[in-house]
Each structure stands twice: as C-alpha cells, then as structure tokens.
C-alpha cells in the first residue's frame, strides 16, 4: 500500500431488456400521436397556426334542425359552410353553431340551378378539402307543386352529387336526407328505376314517370325514391375517389317542414300516422344527427350506396298494422 486511496472504479449502469421496452414503447407512443392522423378525415385534427395540412371543410346545404343536428356532430374543428336558398337563414344557423364553438360560413345556393351549385363547390374548394357533404335541403308536399318538387328534390340532389362527387376528398362523405315516403311509393319498373338513378339530373325531368304527375304528394315520393337510387348509383363514382355515400329517411321527426305537414292539407294522414306509430312518439334531429355520425365514422367505413330508414316504424306500420 502507498499509502494513498485508490479510486473507486465508475459503476457502469446498464439497462435490462424489460426497461429498454418499456422505453422504446414509449417513444412509439410519443411519435404516433405527433405524426399518425386517422384515416378518417372527419377525425382528423386540424392544424392551428402552423404550415400543414388544409383545412378540412363540411359542406351543409339546406340549414334547418336536421342538417344541423348532423353538423354539430361531426363538426367540430372542421370548416362548416353552410348554405341555404336564403342566406340569412344560413347565417342564423352559423350564428348558433358559433356560439358553440364551431368555424362557420355562409352562402346562398339554389340546387334547382347548376351554376348555382358550381359556384358552391368553388366557394368549399377556397375554404379546403371537401371531406363532406350533407345535403338536408328539400320542400315538403304541402309547400310546394309537383314541379318545384322535382326540380328541388330530385334534379337539385342529382346535380349536388354530381357536382361534389368531383370534388369530394379521399375518405370523405356524403350524406342525404331524403323521406320515408319513398318507401310507400309502389313498385317502379326496371326502366324507370335506372333512369331515376344514372339519366343526367337535367334530363329527368323529361321522363314521363316524372312530366305527366300532377299530385304534389306522388312527386315527393317519387323525389325521394329517386334520391335513394341515384345515392346508391353515385356511391359508385364516389368509391373512385375513396369517398362513401349514403342516404337516410327519417319519418316524423318535428323540425317545420314536419310542422307543415302536421297542419297542411293531409293533416289527417300525418296525425293519424303519428299517433299510430310502434314506438309511440314522433323522432327528434339529434336522432337522425346520431344515425349520421355513425354512419359517416369509423365504425361505418363499410357502409356506402345505402339508404336508412329511421321512421319510428311508420312504414311497418303502413304495410302491416291494422287497418281502421
């Protein structure tokens, strides 16, 4: 010995495996959560105030309960340009949705004019990606001729797909709300069947199913059938761009439309229907927003082409229920 202490060597730490996965999962996480985006773009964070993605931009046409129902539910961090034949209309609803919390716009748009919809689809296109399209705009047999019927119900939804289906973005969708009376329409042939899905929308109008009808209640239903073919035909095109569309049809759900059936000339028709439906009550927009949101999430990426009805069991009930 001299004397003098002898350094202690340095301890040499080192890490067992289990704790170098535990690390490694770590950072895994860390990484995923700052760069993996869903697939699904309506369930994709948006980028505030930093270079990156576009906004992503949910296009409502026609601002009443039900379409806004749907936009509360899948709304949120998104861009929501709303659009109704009256603006002002569209800018109340925007209003509400604000205070809430929401991004809005607004903008007047006729579905019954072509140049109309393509001036909607320019205005979307500025804001960012189309991920969605939900399209609630209509008039009710009470509201309106067969005429106007058919070019706002029918033509009007047609030239709307037509003209989104071109824009939508990769994993978007697209929602229409169309009516349970499509389903109490009878059996259409083949002919008239695929017509009402892939004729041209400026073109229906020239079928004689659709010019020869003077009854304001057929026309509707032939409206709606027609939006439920037309969806599923589309579907199609939309899948090109790995985009879904669906449609549902509520039965009595109370909004103003509703409201104007309840107390128009058919009133008896649809107070009798109300008061014998199976689930013993009329529906509300938050359930059909409910419907939509599945539809238009995750859980519903195999859904497209598809109609819902979602009618409280009115139709059932038409066809199978007792006859007073």
């Known amino acids: 010995m001299n004397g003098h202490r002898t350094a202690s060597p340095v301890r040499q730490h080192t890490l067992q495996p289990a704790c170098l996965y535990v690390l490694a999962y770590a950072n895994f996480r860390q990484q995923r959560n700052a760069h993996t985006l869903c697939s699904n773009p309506l369930q994709q964070p948006q980028t505030v105030g930093t270079v990156g993605p576009r906004h992503q931009v949910i ?66 296109q500025g804001l960012g990606d189309i991920v969605a399209l939900i399209n609630s705009a209509g008039v009710s047999p009470s509201q309106a001729t067969p005429s106007v019927i058919f070019a706002v119900d029918l033509v009007g939804t047609a030239m709307l797909l037509d003209a989104f289906g071109d824009v939508i973005a990769g994993g978007g969708n697209g929602i229409v709300i169309s009516s349970q009376s499509g389903f109490r329409l009878g059996n259409l042939d083949e002919a008239d069947q695929r017509a009402l899905a892939t004729l041209r929308p400026e073109q229906l109008v020239e079928l004689p199913l659709v010019k020869n009808e003077t009854d304001s209640l057929r026309a509707y239903q032939i409206s709606k059938r027609g939006n439920a073919l037309r969806v599923s035909a589309e579907a199609v095109r939309w899948g090109k761009r790995g985009a879904r569309l669906n449609c549902i049809s509520p039965g009595i759900v109370f909004t103003p439309l509703a409201n104007d059936e309840l107390n128009g000339e058919r009133k008896d028709f649809y107070r009798n229907m109300l008061a014998n439906l199976p689930v013993g009550r009329g529906g509300n927009p938050d359930e059909i927003g409910a419907l939509a949101e599945f539809i238009m999430g995750g859980s519903g990426g195999y859904i497209t082409g598809s109609d819902f009805l979602i009618d409280g069991g009115a139709t059932a009930n038409f066809f199978f229920g007792e006859k007073g």
Do not use: C, F, P, W
């Open 59 to 124: 296009v409502l046409v026609g601002s009443g309960a039900i379409g806004q129902a749907i936009a509360r539910r899948v709304g949120m961090g998104k861009q929501i340009l709303l659009a109704d034949l009256r603006e002002e209309n569209a800018r109340a609803a925007a209003s509400t949705l604000q205070e809430a919390g929401y991004q809005t716009h607004t903008a007047a748009v006729d579905i019954s004019d072509r140049s109309s919809i393509d001036t909607l689809v320019q205005k979307a």
